[in-house]
């Protein structure tokens, strides 16, 4: 920090979508802040962080967007999407639902995003193994049959938070490169 001339050599979109209290607010705060809290609130409206991080040696910032909570009105506009070079889909597995949901969003993204974009699919909050609803080879089968990434993470433990974001980060620089 204190280094306000850093060259940046790229900076990266990418988009949380997902229903709503999956986690993508807590994924983010984790990646960008490493934090977490508990009671995090709905706030209305678009908002992004960024972080900076060295990807293959080179100088990324991640510009990372969250839906803030818009999800729930169906009001994810094409703005949202604009101009992204990674996505990642999220779901809650303890909640089915939000699982089954993820063939809509997938639409829904490869309807509005760029033909190149990253997609990794996220199956958040695996700190709660005891009420796990989505099995593990369920979400590998639909990532592979949809040509995702995948991970399993927890935004409260902190587990492939980091791994996440950097795997998509790679990925997208090797497509970009
Ligand atoms: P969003 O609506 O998708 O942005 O979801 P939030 O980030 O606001 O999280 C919804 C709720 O799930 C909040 O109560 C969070 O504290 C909780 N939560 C988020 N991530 C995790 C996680 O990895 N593990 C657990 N146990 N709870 C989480």
Sequence with gaps: YGDYNQKIDYVFKVVLIGDSAVGKTQLLARFARNEFSVDSKATIGVEFQTKTLIVDSKTVK??????????RYRAVTSAYYRG???AM??????KRQSFDHMARWLEELRGHADK???IMLIGNKCD???LRAVPTEDAEEF???E????METSALESTNV?????TILTEIYRIIR
Aim: charged share 15%.
């Design 143 to 145: 990532a592979q049959r």
């Design 84 to 86: 992204a070079v990674g």
């Design 62 to 71: 991640a510009q990372i967007w969250d839906t803030a909570g818009q999800e």
């Design 89 to 94: 889909l999220v779901y809650d597995m303890t």
């Design 128 to 130: 709660l193994g005891t």
């Design 162 to 166: 980091e791994t996440a974001f950097l």
């Design 147 to 150: 040509n995702l990434f995948f």
């Design 116 to 118: 190149n974009i990253v």
